[in-house]
């Protein structure tokens, strides 16, 4: 069954320029918000484990082509640290992100992921790129909870384009996707809004394909141009004409949020750090108002935090934990919200209300 508006309702909000009839899908994307997920504000401690990275994303400042760039890979007490610095924040989930770094060996990361779940009431999101099958299976087994890989774009000439293969070997972030389902995470996926190349149908597609993988978290923030990368640089041409160009501003962020919160009503969808980066003085809380539902706070030890510089200017760059975890609470209660309570994930969720509603669990 389709929920929400269809391709060409997606495609008509998305050219939609008149900030009064904007006003309609702003309403119907927070009413949504609230009727399905809440008042709550998930808070997500995110940890940038490392920066190093093995890729060649035309889009992104820790490409292995970046020379410029210092690297760091945090140890499993720094890490472990920082899961320690969540629990204290009252967080219910840590994020570990990082490059595409195979120097971050798997069985090791399965001994800190063990570690955590048996000490810590905390739920494990890993966001580590294109790893093995096996690699993903056996950080499962170890307790964590959900992954983040982002398709990017739907358009699968554009996203070969951005997103060279490693080697021979070709990627299909939408079949890890599925994978992982099947492995039993949360998945959570996503894309970058004004891409050089998107055209609006392609966007129009990715919010569409957001509804039929089903997923359970989608990131959404805008492109921001790195200097050090090919597409920052201007070096890479994508030809399409003018009008159909997606722009990468704040206002297009808002539509493509909102109009997933309407495709996707009981997702767990973050008002981003890039959306923060655009607008440093309340990208975050129009992004809560518009459908999002999640924060992600920084935990990463700030002697690290300049280096994982995806594109410049990053929000957040010279805060502590303790600084961002203030402000990022202070910001949820002034617009009459509330931090929420444990690891609020979409799985909980759709079993306590079946629960409620008396139905089988193995329905849900
Ligand atoms: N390496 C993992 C991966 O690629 O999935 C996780 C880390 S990667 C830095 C996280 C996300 O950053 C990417 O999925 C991409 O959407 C986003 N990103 C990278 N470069 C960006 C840029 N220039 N502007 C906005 N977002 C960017
Ligand atoms: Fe590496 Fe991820 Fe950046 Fe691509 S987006 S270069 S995989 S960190």
Redesign the pocket.
């Known amino acids: 069954m389709n929920i929400g508006p269809d391709k060409a309702e997606i495609l008509g909000w998305l050219r939609e320029e008149n900030p009064e009839r904007l006003k309609e899908l702003w309403r119907r994307a927070d009413e949504t918000r609230r009727q399905h997920v809440g008042d709550a504000v998930h808070l997500r401690g995110l940890v940038e484990i490392s920066n190093h990275?093995v890729?060649r994303?035309a889009?992104?400042?820790?490409r292995a082509g970046n020379c410029a760039l210092a690297r760091y890979r945090m140890n499993a007490d720094e890490i472990l640290q920082a899961a320690w610095q969540a629990v204290k924040f009252g967080y219910g989930t840590v994020v570990f992100?990082?490059?595409?770094d195979y120097g971050i060996i798997a069985s090791r990361l399965a001994d800190i992921i063990r570690n955590i779940k048996d000490e810590m009431p905390l739920a494990v999101t890993l966001?580590?790129?294109?790893r093995s099958y096996d690699d993903l299976a056996m950080w499962r087994d170890a307790g964590a909870d959900r992954y983040?890989?982002?398709f990017?774009t739907s358009d699968r000439a554009l996203f070969e384009a951005i997103h060279p293969p490693l080697g021979d070997q070709p990627c299909d972030r939408i079949a890890m996707l599925r994978r992982l389902k099947e492995f039993g995470y949360e998945a959570g996926s996503?894309?970058?809004v004004g891409i050089p190349g998107q055209t609006y149908a392609s966007l129009a597609d990715d919010i569409a394909l957001f509804r039929e993988l089903d997923l359970d978290m989608i990131?959404i923030?805008?492109?921001?141009?790195?200097p050090a990368?090919p597409?920052?640089a201007g070096r890479e041409e994508h030809s399409i004409a003018g009008q159909e160009q997606v722009p990468n501003t704040e206002l297009m962020v808002y539509k493509a949020v909102a109009l997933t919160r309407l495709v996707r009503p009981d997702a767990n969808i973050p008002a981003t750090t890039?959306l923060a980066t655009i607008n440093k003085k309340n990208g975050r809380e129009l992004g809560l108002q518009r459908g999002a539902n999640v924060f992600m706070p920084n935990l990463t030890p700030l002697k690290y935090r300049a280096l994982y510089e995806?594109?410049p200017a990053k929000a957040c760059i010279g805060e502590t934990g303790t600084a961002c975890n203030h402000c990022l609470t202070a910001r949820i209660e002034m617009i009459g919200r509330h931090a929420g309570q444990g690891a609020g994930g979409r799985r909980d969720r759709q079993i306590a209300a079946a629960l409620s509603a008396g139905k089988e669990l193995c329905h849900v």
């Open positions: 990275c890729r994303c889009y992104c400042g820790l992100q990082a490059g595409e966001s580590l790129g294109e983040l890989l982002r990017e996503g894309v970058m990131g923030g805008p492109f921001i141009p790195h990368t597409l920052g890039a995806i594109y």
